[in-house]
């Protein structure tokens, strides 16, 4: 075989593999590291969420933006044309390919805070979500310190 007619590649067949005089570039004490880097990389993969449906993503939105004519009901659920103007809005934003993060944020600028469902638990709302587990810890609190009061009274 004449060394020009061969291809790039033949020089695997013609040393026989890595040669003698080279390791391998992945040792025996390495493989099952690989393997498992490898498993792991893939387990990644298939775990990442798909890209969600446009329409589906304006659903979704919508059901976070709270419909100013309905009062706790979400854009996504009201049949109001204003609510429908603003599914609307948020079709466009998707389509212009704002994240979601931007098309909220946009309706909390021109609406105010009042507009999400779930308002953020930050600022003067930290303490409206704080209060149930406050008043829940401060009413359990009194029903102990009461009922050692109790028993310290009975004879």
């Not at 992945?26 to 990644?44: A, C, E, G, W």
């Not at 600022?123 to 979500?129: K, P, V």
Request: charge should be negative; charged fraction near 20%; proline fraction near 6%.
């Amino acid at each position: 075989m004449n060394s020009n007619s061969r291809k790039s590649g033949d020089w695997w067949l013609v040393t026989g593999g890595w040669g003698t005089d080279h390791e391998s570039p992945v040792t025996s004490h390495q493989s099952p590291l690989f393997i498992l880097l490898l498993l792991f990389l893939i387990s990644l993969a298939a775990c990442a969420p798909a890209p969600m449906d446009p329409e589906d993503r304006v659903q979704q939105l919508g059901g976070q933006i709270r419909c100013p004519i309905c009062r706790g009901t979400s854009i996504a659920d009201s049949p109001s044309e204003m609510a429908r103007e603003m599914m609307a809005v948020i079709r466009d934003d998707v389509v212009a390919g704002k994240s979601d993060a931007a098309i909220l944020e946009g309706f909390v600028a021109r609406y105010g805070e009042w507009a999400m469902l779930q308002p953020r638990a930050e600022g003067m709302n930290l303490i409206i979500w704080l209060f149930p587990a406050t008043l829940l810890l401060g009413g359990g609190i009194a029903i102990i310190v009461m009922a050692r009061r109790s028993r310290k009274e009975t004879p």
